[in-house]
């Protein structure tokens, strides 16, 4: 990064889904990354969970001790229509961000395709302006009753990429609750730090501003719009939403700046875009008297450690040179 280069614009975008229907959704973030760069986005967020939905006002059916077929019917939709890592979808996104030519980071559902196939995980995906996939972060920690749905991700994706106009990277949600969560985040150098979320009160606001006071860096803040209307009829267990207010998430999407600024936003009430123009200089100016993980920090008396490795729930090993047949594993004498 050049630290004194040109200012860039990115885009925050607010919007729903098409709720629990992977491919209007992605339809849908296709319109709407073209709108963005049309405005002159080279930086374009969207929400968590955006494909296929945050399921906001969905218990699945489930209490302490007991599950219903419903719930493990709606459970099924929702995993059908996650998207894999590689695959079509994710394609369509990279092309989305080539004929964009911005940078691209999105909210997804991710059915996990190495192991069992039976869990997903709520993951941020980073896409370059050539259309390559530049990598990933899933949520480290669900918070309540998203861990009934979605699965825990480990150190391995806490993702910060390169760009010309700086390090972005970031967190899901309430993760940005986690000091050192945060901290491991700035020991990377993010200089914009992305925090897609479901967290519509007011409070959230003071997170993001808090954030870029305290990492000195820009904080781009990307929630859903969302009402009752736009979820489908035949979902089961939809019966739950209707003791909910119409409106089941306000927004409250913003940028703030390296100095805790309101560059944007907040943006409540509607679907829409927020754009904001970045200068990578109010960064340095912004340290000059505070840095966290610079002339702040103190390592004779704190030190975090950041446990990076992949954590596979299970490693095939074998000293066993014969051959195994195709389709089997493990020994067979």
């Known amino acids: 990064m050049d630290d004194h280069g040109s200012q860039v614009q990115v885009a925050v975008v607010q919007a729903a889904p098409v709720v629990f229907d992977r491919a209007g959704s992605i ?43 419903a719930g493990r019917q709606l459970w099924e ?16 996104l990279g092309a989305a961000a080539r004929d964009a030519h911005a940078f691209l980071a999105i909210g997804v559902i991710e059915r996990d395709g190495r192991y069992s196939r039976g869990t997903v995980y709520c993951t941020l995906l980073y896409l370059g302006p050539d259309g390559s ?6 949520k480290l920690v669900p918070t309540a009753a998203e861990r009934l749905i979605w699965g825990r991700g480990d150190g391995s994706t806490l993702t910060v990429i390169d760009t010309p106009f700086g390090k972005v990277g970031g967190l899901i949600c309430w993760e940005n609750y986690m000091p050192l969560a945060r901290f491991a985040m700035y020991g990377k150098g993010v200089q914009i730090y992305l925090a897609p979320t479901a967290d519509q009160r007011d ?9 870029s006071l305290e990492g000195r860096c820009f904080v781009l803040g ?27 998430c306000r927004g409250g ?5 390296p100095l805790g600024d309101l560059l944007a936003g907040p943006l409540y009430g509607e ?52 051959t195994v047949p195709p389709g089997l594993t493990g020994r067979h004498d």
């Open 77 to 92: 939709r929702y995993w059908a229509n996650a998207i894999q890592i590689p695959g079509p979808e994710v394609e369509a």
């Open 253 to 257: 999407s913003a940028v703030y700046s």
């Open 27 to 69: 339809q849908k973030a296709v319109r709407l990354t073209a709108e963005a760069a049309e405005q002159g986005a080279r930086l374009i967020l969207f929400p968590e969970a955006f494909i296929p939905a945050y399921p906001r006002g969905f218990t699945f059916g489930t209490v302490v001790g007991g599950r219903t077929p």
């Open 133 to 138: 996939l530049l990598g990933l972060h899933r």
């Open 222 to 248: 990307c929630n859903q719009y969302l009402t009752r209307s736009m979820v489908p009829a035949d979902l089961p267990g939809v019966e739950e939403l209707a003791s909910q207010p119409e409106e089941l």
């Open 271 to 322: 679907e829409g875009i927020l754009t904001a123009v970045l200068d990578p200089a109010d960064v340095v100016r912004a340290r000059f008297d505070f840095d966290p993980v610079g002339h702040y920090a103190r390592p004779d008396v704190f030190q975090l450690t950041v446990n990076e490795a992949a954590q596979p729930p299970l490693v095939y090993r074998s000293g066993d040179t014969r």
């Open 203 to 211: 409070g959230w606001q003071a997170t993001l501003r808090h954030i």
